[in-house]
């Protein structure tokens, strides 16, 4: 936990603001978001092992990145256990003749792009 000094003119009596080391993104979230509350019941061993790792005032993030993930994971492996194809061929036109030959067009043009903007090219190019 660290604390914030306060400049020179502010009100002494003002409680200086503490920063608990929470991410940034959690305080636009749940700002941003219309977070709803959640009463959770969780066996104290498990509190007591999330509070070492984050602290008491981490909670909140900490559970909330934690379900965030674990939503990702599971829809991932849904989309994974899922029977319909995830790549559809009339929706890459350009690997019609193969990814070995798209592969090659797009370095042969970057290649392209790159010697025409080098100034060797440039200098060759005056002359």
Do not use: C
């Not at 959770?40 to 007591?48: G, K």
């Not at 909140?60 to 674990?70: C, H, I, K, N, V």
């Not at 690997?95 to 042969?108: E, M, P, Y």
Request: proline residues 7%.
């Amino acid at each position: 936990m660290r604390m914030s000094g306060r400049p020179s003119g502010t009100n002494a009596h003002a409680r200086p603001r503490v920063d608990f080391g929470l991410p940034e993104w959690h305080n636009r979230y749940a700002h941003m978001n219309s977070p709803r509350r959640a009463h959770i019941v969780i066996p104290a061993d498990l509190l007591r092992e999330i509070d070492a790792i984050v602290g008491p005032r981490g909670r909140s993030a900490f559970l909330l990145e934690t379900a965030r993930e674990e939503v990702r994971r599971r829809k991932l492996l849904r989309f994974l256990e899922a029977d319909e194809p995830a790549w559809r061929e009339e929706d890459h036109p350009e690997l019609k003749q193969g990814s070995a030959s798209w592969v090659r067009k797009l370095r042969s043009e970057s290649e392209e792009r790159v010697a025409s903007a080098s100034p060797r090219s440039r200098k060759r190019k005056r002359k």
